[in-house]
């Protein structure tokens, strides 16, 4: 590529010459190149150095590399000979489309200057044992040829060098990946985005043994582009300084009760979380998510940060929220020694199977269902435990000991079922997935078989049931599509046993709170039933759950093991459930003491029968099962659990 001249100002004194050969700074005053139209975008004048020429690009480096021995022949052919540079003095110096400088007689003093000095926070001197260099711009790379000799005078080959520069067409023109492409310790970084940057400095550091980045910013780039540049100087300057680790380094579970660095978001456990730690006496600190990039550079930046400021046991997340799909995250906590307790509420695989590194020997995985510990294992957590859903005693509390209970007459009822249709959820999920014609009309019929089969898995299940699909999904369809499918189906099965449970209540002329696909799939029931849009979870239901003689509960098929959390809320709003049989529920509560569960249809109209008949033996369940509840299935307990486990494992 052949950078075009720059037409001087009228009246600029102007000679224009190919260079070859050497390059020094006594021929040239001032360099501008142009670059080419590219993109739509119109070319761009950039005034690569200034005043002083080559002597400028070296004037912003650290005293350390000054100070390297210079009696070496000067660099040959530094400047690619295709590149037709002009030398001229402009009558206004100020070059276009970039800051204002200062007065060209000073500028090479001033930028000599900043180097001798501390500037924004970076180390006065250059330590190599304890510093990982990084240079911001490579410009015409007289700089990063001093860079390379310093480090080699001190290190040997075996330096360490680190370049930010996402200037394709400069460094198309430059040719400096080209000539220093065989040395094995110099790393380019040409990400054009600053928090992916990031990223990739943050690895380079974890290879380099946790070094601090010492930052080294060519002035010119950041005039050039003053958000990604600056920005970079000032993370790397300001969280990333030399002797960070050494502060990281304190000894974790010191203290009687854990400190607790909690990774937040929306999602709806972290309040409760954070309420029980405040119960318990937990010292904790949240940490914000506001974005579904997690490896950005303020999330990096405010961990770090608050790591050295609170000193905390261990990280706690729920569905391994923050952590990123790179695995910057889980590298930097393990470079830290400080482990991360994943608390995982959904289905596990859905979420681990967008992470390309997620195994880390810092890590503790915990799971609501006791199913997915055998394959969580197998993919290589050492550290796996069960911990199911719990409840929020605070919130669900009996009518009389709540302040906020306002009787609502359209929500009073003798039986009541809360739960989505999935008839939504299948129909978007199937518009995901490429399924073939034959297969499209066959999926309600394998969901069907699936809901019945006792295997836990959709793909264990389709590997033992139908090979020749299982293969067609492997071959044809990418990750992505393939859980969407499996997903489908998983959702298709559990509307057809949900459509089945709730067809057992029917009789009682229940009240069916949900989305308005039951108005579909219930289109042809002739008996009275009552139909109720969404409740809010937090504002509502604490208070609807009271107002039903009987709260009917049927599971996911999602979880063919494990318990919901209205199996923990409605006990504890002071108010009875007759729920599923799972197999985990008698680890939970005692069966006919403390919790009444039906195993088909069938049998659940005569329990929700025999119960409206019986009010006294309604109440004495609500009264074991909401003692059990208070006592092993509070969110306080699951709290202790995680800590304790936690301490063993790493204390």
Not at 126 to 145: C, K, T, W
Not at 251 to 264: H, Q
Not at 596 to 620: F, G, M
Request: contains cysteine; aromatic residues 10%; glycine residues 6%.
């Amino acid at each position: 590529m052949t950078a075009k001249p720059v037409t001087p100002a009228a009246g600029a004194k102007k000679t224009t010459r190919k260079l070859e050969g050497i390059f020094s700074g006594s021929e040239l005053r001032d360099i501008k190149i142009t670059l080419p139209e590219q993109a739509g975008l119109p070319a761009r004048a950039l005034h690569m150095l200034g005043p002083g020429g080559p002597e400028r690009e070296l004037a912003f480096l650290p005293p350390f590399f000054h100070a390297a021995p210079t009696g070496q022949p000067a660099p040959q052919n530094i400047v690619p000979q295709n590149i037709v540079l002009e030398q001229y003095v402009p009558e206004q110096p100020a070059p276009e489309n970039l800051a204002p400088e200062q007065p060209t007689s000073q500028a090479p003093r001033q930028a000599q200057g900043q180097a001798q000095g501390q500037t924004h926070g970076q180390p006065a001197s250059f330590d190599p044992q304890q510093h990982l260099p990084v240079l911001l711009g490579s410009g015409l790379g007289f700089a990063l040829e001093r860079l390379i000799n310093a480090l080699r005078q001190t290190q040997g080959e075996n330096f360490r060098l680190i370049v930010v520069d996402k200037e394709e067409d400069i460094l198309q023109l430059s040719a400096l990946r080209e000539r220093y492409s065989a040395l094995p310790g110099l790393y380019w970084v040409t990400e054009k985005d600053s928090d992916l940057a990031t990223d990739q400095l943050v690895r380079l550091q974890m290879d380099a043994g946790g070094k601090g980045f010492y930052p080294i910013v060519n002035p010119f780039y950041s005039r050039l582009d003053r958000p990604y540049y600056s920005a970079l100087r000032d993370a790397l300057e300001s969280s990333m300084r030399a002797g960070f680790w050494e502060k990281a380094a304190y000894r974790k579970f010191t203290g009687a009760k854990p400190r607790i660095l909690l990774i937040t978001s929306r999602y709806f456990l972290i309040g409760e979380v954070q309420a029980a730690c405040e119960r318990l006496g937990f010292p904790c600190r949240l940490i914000q998510i506001d974005t579904d990039e997690y490896g950005h550079t303020e999330f990096v930046e405010e961990l770090l940060a608050a790591v050295i400021a609170f000193q905390p046991d261990f990280v706690l997340t729920i569905n391994h929220l923050g952590v990123d799909r790179e695995g910057i995250l889980l590298n930097l906590l393990a470079r830290l020694r400080l482990p991360l307790a994943s608390w995982f509420v959904d289905n596990p695989h859905l979420v681990l199977h967008l992470y390309n590194s997620v195994v880390s020997p810092w890590t503790a995985i915990f799971t609501w269902d006791e199913d997915n510990i055998p394959s969580l294992r197998a993919m290589g957590f050492e550290e796996v435990s069960y911990l199911p859903l719990g409840v929020d005693h605070t919130r669900f509390v009996p009518a009389a000991e709540n302040p906020h209970f306002a009787p609502r007459p359209e929500w009073r009822s003798q039986v009541s079922f809360v739960g989505n249709s999935m008839l939504h959820k299948v129909d978007k999920r199937l518009e995901k997935t490429p399924l073939p014609p034959e297969m499209k009309g066959d999926y309600q019929r394998m969901a069907a078989e699936f809901g019945a089969s006792p295997n836990r898995s959709v793909r264990g299940w389709l590997q033992e049931s139908y090979p020749a699909w299982f293969a067609h999904l492997n071959e044809r369809m990418n990750t992505e599509e393939q859980l969407a499918f499996e997903t489908a189906l998983t959702w298709e099965a559990t509307l057809q046993y949900r459509l089945g449970c709730v067809r057992a209540i029917l009789p009682f002329n229940p009240l069916i709170v949900g989305d308005n696909g039951w108005l579909q799939l219930l289109a042809d029931v002739k008996t009275p039933w009552v139909y109720h849009s969404e409740l809010s979870y937090y504002t509502d239901l604490p208070g609807f759950y009271p107002l039903s003689d009987i709260n009917f509960n049927c599971t996911s098929k999602q979880m063919k093991g494990a318990v919901n959390q209205r199996v923990f809320d409605v006990p504890a709003a002071g108010a009875f459930v007759l729920t599923d049989w799972r197999d985990q529920l008698a680890g939970l509560f005692e069966p006919g003491k403390e919790v009444v569960a039906y195993h088909s249809p069938e049998e659940a109209e005569d329990l929700a029968r025999y119960y409206l008949a019986h009010s006294e033996a309604r109440e004495k369940i609500i009264r074991a099962a909401r003692a059990r509840v208070l006592r092993d299935h509070s969110y306080d307990q699951r709290l202790k659990a995680i800590a304790a486990r936690m301490r063993k494992v790493w204390g």
